[in-house]
């Protein structure tokens, strides 16, 4: 079901522009993640605005107030929460769902691009059931030369004057983006825990995404970069970025009148 | 500080999200490094040889037991999946997806040589001739070593990887390529003799059948090529990707394809029969004798379809995927599995029945 709906559709339109552009896979990579991000706009202008109305009420007096008046009464705390959700005309699962929507198409966007660059035969074999019958075999193989890289192959940078060390360029590419991405693009949360967790997600998302682009396929790392910086630069167009956040620590944002 | 945290909606959908994105990263996108293949298989009188994972294994072929391992203890990126090549001298050539070429005795699994200057894994078995193994490599260089002390004779580049060991017919090597191309090299030199385009990767080891070759493509196809000169004789279509070349037997060639379609043709190209449909893809040249054709499946089935009248079909439910080629030895068909609880099978050529399983522990 997820490949006939996702991956299927996701690697051959991979492949198709991967042809249309002169069988750069590279190329193909970052148009595709920006076509996908582009398609998938709507849901997360939703999603943001969604999370803004929610981020005003929890950071209203009346919040608040009814979060000290009823500090106890776990029952009677969310009836008062509730009804404040219906007043104000916020539904707290529509920030969810449109998030829920993207997240079979974030793993289909790298699934399709790891799938894709097959370089052994049991993953040829499983790009042979993948292929529409209008695509052109003769695609195969792909060619995963971009740039230094080979898609196909965790990424090292080898510089004449440093030889036999390797420089993961493209991990450390990733690990800032993802930092930028998570600091630049993550509201400040009104209450304390959510800090917390808005900061911890500052660390360990650059370390897990940088340990990925380590160890596998440079193809994957690739994606993630453009990912994140496209991120980057759609909430910046929205003028949502808080370039502020950048160095500041996560603190709850303050309760407005 | 509120009295009672309430983290917002977004934050609380990240965390299980990362969870999921990394279980999911790790299920599927450490492909490209983690070595992914299937047993490769060989046969001398007495022993089978199966490469698979982290060592290669001698079995006893009268009792199913090993004989020898190596390495004894498994290694770091020390993977194996190239069908080992049998040498005059005694010795197993095989190779590794760490890019290095192993020259192993045949009699005690002692390591003999290694070459360590390919650029790419080892993914096909090597081809030996009386004073050469030609080793294919995924950088795209056949290696052509000296069996005695495993120093490079001469190299031949292409332009892309290569999967499978060349067809050897004396003083010439025929090697397909991810390239699409399909090269006759002169084995005393290493010097090309000609080369076709086939406008389609080619991933097996191409049939010599007299004077032609018959190689299977991507391109849902089956060509035959004039060994002399490269000039193609026939194509016959197919209706998926053709992984495996043809087995050939009394003038017939017995292939499979991607989607299970089961084709007979003869050396000029004609059906004899109709593509008949097996439970499976096919992707290993299949194993021929006077009275059968055996076909393995990635569906884990042992097809045995009769060629002579005398002969009676059967199928065996192995499991796991079968997409290594099996081996005809004596009465007995060797057959490898990817993932199941046997890593080699025994079959009675006759009835299909099984006479001894080997375990999968090679990998652990």
Redesign the interface.
């Known amino acids: 079901m997820f490949d006939t709906l996702i991956i299927n559709p996701f690697v051959n339109s991979l492949l198709l522009i991967y042809d249309f552009l002169g069988n750069n896979f590279g190329i193909a990579i970052i148009v595709f993640t920006a076509l996908v991000r582009i398609v998938t706009l709507p849901l997360t202008l939703q999603q943001q605005r969604s999370s803004q109305k929610m981020q005003g009420l929890q950071q209203s007096k009346r919040w608040q107030d009814i979060q000290k008046k009823y500090k106890g009464e776990k029952q009677k705390l969310q009836e008062e929460q509730l009804k404040l959700w219906r007043e104000m005309g916020v539904n707290p699962l529509s920030g969810c769902l449109p998030l829920l929507i993207q997240l079979p198409i974030i793993i289909g966007l790298y699934q399709a691009i790891i799938r894709t660059m097959a370089a052994t035969p049991v993953q040829m074999l499983d790009l042979a059931k993948h292929f529409y019958s209008f695509v052109p075999s003769s695609l195969i193989p792909l060619n995963s030369q971009f740039l230094w890289m080979d898609l196909g192959q965790p990424e090292r940078l080898f510089l004449p004057f440093l030889p036999g060390v390797g420089i993961p360029v493209l991990t450390i590419l990733v690990a800032i983006t993802t930092w930028l991405q998570t600091k630049l693009t993550t509201p400040p949360s009104p209450d304390g825990q959510g800090a917390q967790m808005a900061a911890m997600m500052s660390i360990y998302m650059p370390l897990l995404l940088a340990y990925f682009a380590y160890s596998y396929a440079s193809g994957l790392a690739l994606y993630f970069v453009v990912s994140n910086v496209l991120a980057i630069v759609q909430y910046a167009a929205m003028g949502k970025v808080n370039w502020r956040e950048l160095f500041a620590a996560r603190k709850p944002a303050k309760p407005k009148a | ?11 609380l ?3 299980p ?2 969870a ?3 279980v ?2 790790s299920a ?6 983690v ?4 047993p490769g298989i060989s046969s001398d009188e007495n022993t089978a040889y199966v490469a698979f994972n982290a060592a290669v294994v001698a079995v006893d072929l009268s009792s199913g037991l090993e004989r020898w391992r190596y390495p004894t203890q498994p290694e770091k990126n020390l993977f194996f ?1 190239a069908p080992p090549a049998l040498t005059g001298n005694g010795l197993l050539i095989v190779g590794s997806y760490n890019n290095k070429v192993y020259a192993l005795d045949r009699e005690s699994g002692a390591q003999v040589w290694t070459f360590e200057q390919a650029k790419g ?1 080892i ?1 096909g078995g090597a081809a030996a001739t009386e004073d050469l193994a030609l080793v294919p490599s ?1 950088d795209g260089v056949l290696y052509a070593l000296d069996l005695k002390t495993g120093n490079p004779a001469w190299q031949f580049r292409t332009q ?2 290569l ?1 499978a060991a060349p067809a050897v017919d004396g003083e010439r090597a025929y090697l397909g390529s ?1 390239d ?1 191309f399909i090269y006759a090299i002169d084995l005393s030199s290493g010097r090309q003799l000609w080369k076709t385009d086939l ?3 080619v ?1 097996d080891t191409p049939t010599l059948a007299g004077e032609i070759i018959l190689v299977g493509t ?3 196809e089956l060509v035959a090529i004039h060994s002399a000169d490269g000039t193609v004789v026939w194509r016959q279509p197919t209706e ?2 053709v ?1 495996g070349s043809p087995a050939v037997q009394e003038g017939l060639a017995y292939f499979g394809d ?1 989607e299970g379609n089961l084709y007979i043709l003869n050396l000029d190209g004609e059906s004899v029969d109709g593509s008949l449909p097996l439970g499976g ?1 096919v ?1 290993a040249t299949p194993a021929v004798t006077q009275d059968r054709v055996f076909f393995v499946t ?1 569906e884990g089935t042992v097809y045995a379809r009769p060629i002579s009248s005398a002969a009676s079909p059967w199928q065996q439910p192995l499991g796991g995927q079968l ?1 290594s080629e099996p081996l005809v030895h004596g009465d007995t068909l060797l057959v490898a599995a990817l993932g199941t609880d046997t890593l080699l099978t025994a079959l009675n050529l006759e009835s299909g029945a099984t006479r001894w399983t080997f375990p999968p522990d090679a990998g652990k």
């Open positions: 500080m509120p009295a009672y945290a309430h983290p917002s909606t977004r934050t959908l990240l965390i999200a990362i999921a994105f990394a999911l990263l599927c996108g450490g492909s490209a490094v070595p992914s293949g299937w999946y894994r993914i995924a892309d990887a999967w991810l699409h406008g389609q990767a991933v991507f391109g849902k998926a990707w992984w991607l893809p992707t990635r997409l």
